[in-house]
């Protein structure tokens, strides 16, 4: 069931706004060239020469660094390639079976207010799980989205979902990342997003063996319901 939270969020661009491109990668993308990919297509936005997008992507197995990373938490640099990027955060792991969705707004048009903008990601993610029964959760004092691991002891929680965004211009770029099903071993690698004493989970981990076209049909109708109208684009 959806979180009552989830459902109050709302960032609605202002009308007469165009639909947001809504574009699948049908094969891996390498980190770098999305990065660059979504520099590019940020600064069109910010122009007023291109639409609105969100790309959603798998990469490679691989970890990013955040503007927050600490050095400490990369626990074992030599087993997959490491990249230092400009969104917030700090360590966390990408590779198959996680999917990945870049996020390009012009928060100009919407609400330049980057809480808010934080809040309607997290809130989207919250949607999403619900539509597969999945409660997640927010935690102030931490970023990203939480579901409770009871069976795990008393306290215990898994994080599902994480985030970190950068904005240029009033134009966002990186994203969100949902754990569908890859391999949760890869996240021993560091500590992710700085936090030791809870765990990393995924939606085939907890027992629903979903696949990635299913994933993304939920991601897009929460996002429009959130974020608007889109269009799917080749």
Same mark, same amino acid.
């Given at each position: 069931?959806?979180?009552? @939270?989830?459902?109050?969020?709302?960032?609605?661009?202002?009308?007469?706004?165009?639909?947001?491109?809504?574009?699948?990668?049908?094969?891996?993308?390498?980190? @770098?060239?999305?990065?660059?990919?979504? @520099?590019?297509?940020?600064?069109?936005?910010?122009?007023?020469?291109?639409?609105?997008?969100?790309?959603?992507?798998?990469?490679?197995?691989?970890?990013?660094?955040?503007?927050?990373?600490?050095?400490?938490?990369?626990?074992?640099?030599?087993?997959?390639?490491?990249?230092?990027?400009? !969104?917030?955060?700090?360590?966390?792991?990408?590779?198959?079976?996680?999917?990945? $969705?870049?996020?390009?707004?012009?928060?100009?048009?919407?609400?330049?207010?980057?809480?808010?903008?934080?809040?309607?990601?997290?809130?989207?993610?919250?949607?999403?799980?619900? $539509?597969?029964?999945?409660?997640?959760?927010? !935690?102030?004092?931490?970023?990203?989205?939480?579901?409770?691991?009871?069976?795990?002891?008393?306290?215990?929680?898994?994080?599902?979902?994480?985030?970190?965004?950068?904005?240029?211009?009033?134009?966002?770029?990186?994203?969100?990342?949902?754990?569908?099903?890859?391999?949760?071993?890869?996240?021993?690698?560091?500590?992710?997003?700085?936090?030791?004493?809870?765990?990393?989970?995924?939606?085939?981990?907890?027992?629903?063996?979903?696949?990635?076209? @299913?994933?993304?049909?939920?991601? !897009?109708?929460?996002?429009?319901?959130?974020?608007?109208?889109?269009?799917?684009?080749?």
């Amino acid at each position: 069931m959806k979180t009552r @939270e989830a459902l109050s969020v709302s960032f609605l661009p202002e009308a007469g706004s165009e639909p947001v491109e809504w574009v699948i990668a049908d094969e891996p993308v390498g980190y @770098e060239a999305a990065v660059t990919e979504m @520099e590019a297509r940020a600064a069109l936005i910010a122009d007023g020469a291109a639409r609105e997008r969100v790309w959603l992507v798998e990469h490679p197995a691989l970890y990013t660094a955040g503007t927050s990373a600490r050095d400490e938490d990369l626990l074992t640099p030599e087993r997959f390639p490491v990249h230092r990027t400009g !969104r917030g955060g700090q360590f966390t792991y990408h590779g198959p079976g996680q999917r990945v $969705a870049y996020v390009m707004l012009d928060l100009k048009r919407r609400e330049p207010d980057l809480r808010r903008f934080v809040s309607a990601l997290e809130a989207w993610l919250i949607g999403t799980l619900g $539509a597969f029964n999945i409660r997640g959760e927010r !935690r102030e004092e931490r970023v990203g989205v939480w579901v409770r691991r009871p069976e795990k002891g008393q306290g215990a929680e898994d994080k599902i979902a994480a985030l970190g965004i950068r904005v240029r211009r009033w134009v966002s770029f990186h994203g969100i990342s949902l754990n569908v099903e890859p391999e949760l071993a890869h996240f021993d690698g560091i500590v992710p997003c700085g936090v030791s004493d809870q765990g990393v989970t995924s939606l085939v981990d907890l027992g629903l063996p979903v696949t990635m076209p @299913e994933v993304d049909s939920a991601l !897009r109708a929460e996002f429009e319901r959130i974020f608007g109208p889109t269009v799917a684009v080749p």
